[in-house]
């Protein structure tokens, strides 16, 4: 009984350690950089399709950059480690979550900007109403994601990332 109650703290403690090597706050941290780009970029003179390919340029190369460092520096000196059922369950619903997330986000926006004028809104601004959904559904997928993937950082990025719109 004693050895998988070790092995089960030896899983936990090896995937939470996949989170310690620092690339997941730094990708964070240039991805909110992003946001600030993006402000400065709207108010420069530049036409909006040079400002859009810009910033899918930053986001992607920095995604590229996040998956490489995590390939070449972070896997080679952790070792490949193969998660119970428990961990491989809870993985599998952080995906979900955050494809249900970014369904959920394109949906509302779409929806949004349909129907602004209509009824639904109660009269509430798309100024408004738009960085309200942005806040709550970057708090719960954040949430939800600390979670199941027993990383408290994530309750904290779930904020960062839900304030620079709604500010």
């Known amino acids: ?25 730094l990708y964070f941290g240039i991805l909110l950089i992003g946001f600030a780009l993006g402000i400065v970029l709207s108010n420069s003179n530049l036409p909006k399709i040079w400002i859009y390919l ?3 340029v930053y ?3 920095f995604c590229g950059a996040f998956y490489l460092s995590k390939k070449y520096i972070t896997s080679p000196r952790m070792g490949i480690i193969r998660y119970g059922t428990t961990r491989k369950k809870k993985l599998k619903i952080v995906s979900l979550v955050l494809t249900m997330s970014v369904l959920f ?3 509302v926006f779409i929806f949004t900007l349909l129907t602004t004028k209509s009824a639904w809104t109660y009269g509430i601004s798309f ?17 939800l994601m600390a979670y199941f993937m027993d990383y408290p950082c994530f309750y904290l990025y779930g904020f960062f990332f839900g304030l620079p719109l709604s500010v």
Not at 1 to 25: H, P, T, V
Not at 128 to 137: A, E, I, K
């Open 54 to 56: 810009i910033l899918i």
């Open 105 to 107: 986000g394109a949906v």
């Open 59 to 61: 986001n992607f190369g």
């Open 1 to 25: 009984m004693n050895f998988q109650l070790s092995l089960k703290e030896a899983e936990k403690r090896a995937f939470s350690s996949f989170f310690q090597d620092g690339i997941w706050d």
């Open 127 to 143: 100024d408004l109403l738009l960085p309200l959904v942005w806040l709550v559904n970057a708090v719960v997928v954040f949430s």
